[in-house]
């Protein structure tokens, strides 16, 4: 049995939720995009620009050993320019991931914590970073969509198995041993998918179930949260059905 390509499956999620972020981003309004919240990088179009540049930066140290310096005078990137470099330095990390050696280094200029000139930095370490970097902006983007009302994509792991490798193993012919993550014949409205995972975990199938629980019992579930407590009560008032509480 081979092992499982646990650093190329790491990185294809990695590029396949930055995609999706992006994606959603670009149907915001100007205003949207200029949306910032504290603690984060900056507004969102910057966010994603520095996600950008910051990605290819890191796919240009560990393929070339030198940094990807991007012109001071260069003009903002488009939606559909950075859609295409963050493709690039994607799918270039998930090639070099796998290749990386713990021996493998590149000399990088140094000016942190005390420490200034240069240094020797583990490839292994750049990748991590990449990891790390994107997930915090994300978290950011993510953050920002929140408060301006607008709901941010489902970027966890499990979104990412049930929409890519699913069907990719379905379109292949493999056979996967796994039980169905949705029910088809679901009555449930459109949540999310950890709270629509949470419900089915908890044997819950259809919306009629839910009027012999509270709505207190159900945030308990891990993955359940006020959102999809407020969507599920508005299509049980729809039909005129409560919560077991109400």
């Known amino acids: 049995m081979q092992p499982y ?43 994603l620009q520095h996600m950008v540049r910051a990605e290819r930066s890191y796919l240009s140290r560990i393929s070339t050993g030198e940094p990807y310096r991007r012109p001071e005078d260069a003009p903002p990137l488009d939606f559909a320019e950075m859609a295409k470099w963050l493709r690039h330095s994607g799918e270039g990390l998930i090639e070099w991931a796998p290749k990386v050696q713990a021996a493998d280094s590149v000399e990088i200029q140094w000016d942190n914590r005390g420490i200034v000139g240069p240094i020797q930095m583990p490839k292994a370490v750049l990748l991590t970073q990449a990891i790390n970097h994107a997930t915090e902006h994300r978290a950011q983007i993510m953050a920002i969509l929140t408060q301006l009302g607008v709901e941010p994509p489902e970027l966890d792991s499990w979104s990412y198995f049930e929409t890519q490798e699913l069907k990719a193993n379905d379109d292949e012919g493999r056979n996967v041993q796994t039980t169905q993550l949705s029910n088809p014949t679901s009555d449930f409205p459109k949540i999310g998918a950890p709270a629509r995972r949470a419900l089915n975990a908890a044997g819950y199938q259809h919306l009629e179930q839910l009027t012999q629980v509270s709505e207190k019992e159900l945030l308990r579930l891990h993955g359940m949260g006020p959102k999809a407590i407020r969507i599920l009560r508005e299509a049980l008032a729809a039909q005129g059905a409560a919560f077991a509480d109400k």
């Open 5 to 47: 390509p646990v650093l190329e499956t790491l990185f294809r999620h990695h590029l396949w939720a930055n995609l999706q972020l992006l994606e959603l981003c670009s149907t915001l309004r100007d205003e949207q995009l200029q949306a910032s919240a504290v603690g984060g990088y900056g507004s969102i179009i910057d966010t």
